[in-house]
C-alpha cells in the first residue's frame, strides 16, 4: 500500500484544477446589463441572474499607432534634437560680414544691396558658394530692389552633389521702401522721394453720356397771298379823224 500514496498525492491536484477548468460558471464571456435591488442599471461580467441579464455588444476596441520618438519629444516641449554634424571637408568657418545684423535698409536709396561673406579657408575646387534669402538662394551675391519687409540670410558651401559642406549663422535684416509721404533728413515730409518701385495709374474715368439735341423748331405757316384785282372794263379807243 505504500507504494500508491504518491499516486493518490499527484491524482488529487489533477482532479481539483479539472472541476475547476469544467465548471460552466467559470470566467466571463461577456458584458451584461441589470437592476440591482434598488432598481439601478449595473454593468457586469458576473450577473447574479444571467437569465434575467440582458448581454451588452461591445464593437471592435478603437486602437491609435504611438507617435514617433521626435512627435512625442515635441508634444512634451522637449528642445529639439540637435541636427546631425556637417561633413568635415576642412572648412574652419563662414559668415555673412554684410549688411549688418538688424539693419533697416531703404529703397531706392540702399539698392543694390551687396552681401558680402567670409569663409576659411578660401573656396576649394569643385565646391560653391550659396546665399539662401529665406530660405531661396540668390543668383550671385546681390540683391536688386528686394521686397519690403524682414529678410534672413544664411550662406552654405555645397559640393558638387548639393551636399552642405558648412553653413553660416542666420543673418536678419530689414529692408524699407520710401514713398511719397515719407520724411527726408530735414524732417520736411514734402521733401520725400517717390517710391522706387513702379506703380500704375488709376483707372480711366468713363465720360457722362452725350447729351440729347432739342427739337428743331417748325416754321410758321406761309401767309396766304390776297384775292387778285380784277382788272376795269377796256375803254373804247376813237378812230383816228381822216384828212
Known amino acids: 500500500m505504500k507504494t500508491w500514496w504518491p499516486l493518490l498525492l499527484l491524482a488529487v491536484p489533477i482532479l481539483a484544477v479539472a472541476q475547476i477548468t469544467d465548471r460552466p460558471d467559470s470566467g466571463s464571456k461577456g458584458i451584461y446589463r441589470t437592476l440591482d435591488a434598488n432598481g439601478n442599471v449595473v454593468f457586469t461580467d458576473n450577473p447574479p441572474d444571467k437569465k434575467r441579464a440582458e448581454e451588452v455588444k461591445v464593437g471592435p476596441t478603437n486602437t491609435m499607432d504611438?507617435?514617433?520618438?521626435?512627435?512625442?519629444?515635441?508634444?512634451r516641449g522637449d528642445a529639439p534634437p540637435e541636427p546631425p554634424p556637417l561633413p568635415d571637408a576642412g572648412y574652419e568657418s563662414v559668415s555673412i560680414t554684410a549688411p549688418d545684423a538688424g539693419a533697416n535698409l531703404r529703397i531706392p536709396q540702399d539698392n543694390p544691396i551687396q552681401v558680402q561673406v567670409s569663409l576659411s579657408p578660401a573656396l576649394k575646387g569643385g565646391h560653391r558658394l550659396v546665399i539662401l534669402d529665406n530660405g531661396t538662394p540668390l543668383e550671385g551675391s546681390v540683391m536688386d530692389f528686394p521686397n519690403p519687409g524682414q529678410h534672413t540670410l544664411v550662406a552654405q558651401v555645397r559640393d558638387n552633389?548639393?551636399?552642405?559642406?558648412?553653413?553660416?549663422?542666420?543673418?536678419?535684416?530689414?529692408?524699407?521702401?520710401?514713398?511719397?509721404?515719407?520724411?527726408?533728413?530735414?524732417?520736411?515730409?514734402?521733401?520725400?522721394?517717390?517710391?522706387?518701385?513702379?506703380?500704375?495709374?488709376?483707372?480711366?474715368?468713363?465720360?457722362?453720356?452725350?447729351?440729347?439735341?432739342?427739337?428743331?423748331?417748325v416754321g410758321g405757316g406761309a401767309n396766304r397771298g390776297g384775292a387778285a384785282s380784277v382788272g376795269g372794263a377796256a375803254e373804247r379807243v376813237a378812230a383816228p379823224a381822216k384828212d
Not at 66 to 75: D, H, I, K, N
Open 66 to 75: 504611438s507617435p514617433p520618438p521626435e512627435r512625442r519629444a515635441e508634444l
Open 161 to 217: 552633389d548639393g551636399a552642405v559642406l558648412i553653413e553660416s549663422r542666420p543673418l536678419v535684416f530689414y529692408v524699407m521702401r520710401t514713398t511719397a509721404g515719407t520724411a527726408n533728413g530735414d524732417g520736411n515730409k514734402e521733401g520725400g522721394k517717390g517710391s522706387a518701385f513702379p506703380t500704375y495709374g488709376s483707372r480711366a474715368e468713363r465720360g457722362s453720356a452725350a447729351d440729347t439735341g432739342g427739337r428743331a423748331e
